[in-house]
C-alpha cells in the first residue's frame, strides 16, 4: 500500500495538530486559576458518590468539568477523585472533586463546608482564592 504525498501531508498534518491540541489541555488542566470560593452542602454530586459537609470535596466549574465527561455520562467524568490545592491568604488545603458547578464562571470553585471553614471564617460566604488542579 502506499499513500500520495498529498495523503500523507494530510495525515501529518492531522497527527501534529492532534498532538499539539492534547498537550495543550493537558497543560490548561494544571493551571492556576485566581477565582472566588463560596461553600455548599455536598450530597450526591455530579460525578456520582455522596459526601457530606466533613468531606473535603470541591465542586469545579462546568466549562471545566464538561470536557471531561465522557459517554454523557458525569459519573465517569475522569476529573472525579482528582485533587485540587486551594490557597487563601496563606493557608494551603487539598481538596478532592467530587461535583460540577454550573453557577461558577471559570476560575471560580464552591467547596463544601468543612473546606471553606479550613480557609476562613463561612460566614465571609465568598473569599479570594488561588487553586489548581494537581493529578
Ligand atoms: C466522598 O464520599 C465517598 C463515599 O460516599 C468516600 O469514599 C470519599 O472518601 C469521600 N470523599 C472525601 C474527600 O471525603
Not at 15 to 28: K, P
Not at 56 to 74: C, E, G, M, R, Y
Request: glycine share 6%; hydrophobic share 40%; with cysteine.
Amino acid at each position: 500500500m502506499y499513500f500520495k504525498l498529498n495523503t500523507l501531508l494530510l495525515l501529518l498534518a492531522i497527527l501534529f495538530e492532534t498532538i499539539i491540541t492534547s498537550s495543550a489541555r493537558r497543560s490548561n488542566l494544571h493551571v492556576q486559576h485566581h477565582g472566588k470560593a463560596t461553600w455548599f452542602y455536598p450530597g450526591v454530586g455530579a460525578c456520582g458518590v455522596s459526601n457530606t459537609s466533613n468531606d473535603l470535596v470541591v465542586s469545579i466549574p462546568a466549562k471545566i468539568f464538561d470536557k471531561f465527561t465522557p459517554h454523557k455520562n458525569p459519573n465517569e467524568n475522569t476529573l472525579c477523585g482528582k485533587q485540587v490545592s486551594i490557597e487563601h491568604e496563606g493557608i494551603v488545603i487539598y481538596a478532592v472533586i467530587a461535583d460540577r458547578c454550573s453557577g461558577c464562571s471559570k476560575n471560580n470553585i464552591d467547596l463544601s463546608l468543612s473546606a471553606f471553614a479550613l480557609l476562613d471564617d463561612p460566614n465571609k460566604g465568598v473569599i479570594s482564592v488561588t487553586w489548581k488542579i494537581l493529578n
